[in-house]
C-alpha cells in the first residue's frame, strides 16, 4: 500500500491547518491509519489514530482537543484537521498504516507502511 500524504505548510500560531493522508494499492478489510510527527532532534511520536471503521481514535495529550482525526473510507484518505497550533508543532507529519487490526497502537514499530510526511511550521 503506498500513502501520499499532503497540505502541509507555513501558518501562524492560534491558525488552523487540515493535512490529509491517500491510501491507494493494496486495500485491507481492516486497519488503523495514524499520524505521527518528527520535529528536528527528536524522536518520531505518535499524535492521532483511528481504526477503519472511524468509530475509535486515540490522541496524544499533547494535542488533544486541539487535534482531531477522521476518515473517508470513500476516497482512501484520513485526515488531521490541526487547530490552535502552537509553535511546538513545528514537525514533519507522517501518516502510517497498521494492517488486519483495531488497534490503535502508539509505537513507530506497530506501523507497517508509511507516507513520505508533509512539513508543518508554525510561527509564533
Known amino acids: 500500500v503506498q500513502l501520499q500524504a499532503s497540505g502541509g505548510g507555513l501558518v501562524q500560531a492560534g491558525d488552523s491547518l487540515r493535512v490529509s493522508c491517500a491510501a491507494s494499492g493494496r486495500t485491507f478489510s481492516s486497519y488503523v491509519m495514524a499520524w505521527f510527527r518528527q520535529a528536528p532532534g527528536k524522536e518520531r511520536e505518535f499524535v492521532a489514530g483511528?481504526?477503519?471503521?472511524?468509530?475509535?481514535?486515540y490522541y496524544a495529550d499533547s494535542v488533544k482537543g486541539r487535534f482531531t482525526i477522521s476518515r473517508d473510507s470513500a476516497e482512501n484518505t484520513v485526515y488531521l484537521q490541526m487547530n490552535s497550533l502552537k509553535p511546538e508543532d513545528t514537525a514533519v507529519y507522517y501518516c502510517a498504516a497498521r494492517p488486519y487490526s483495531s488497534d490503535i497502537l502508539t509505537t513507530r514499530r506497530a506501523y507497517a507502511y508509511w507516507g513520505q510526511g508533509t512539513q508543518v511550521t508554525v510561527s509564533s
Open positions: 483511528i481504526n477503519w471503521s472511524g468509530d475509535k481514535t
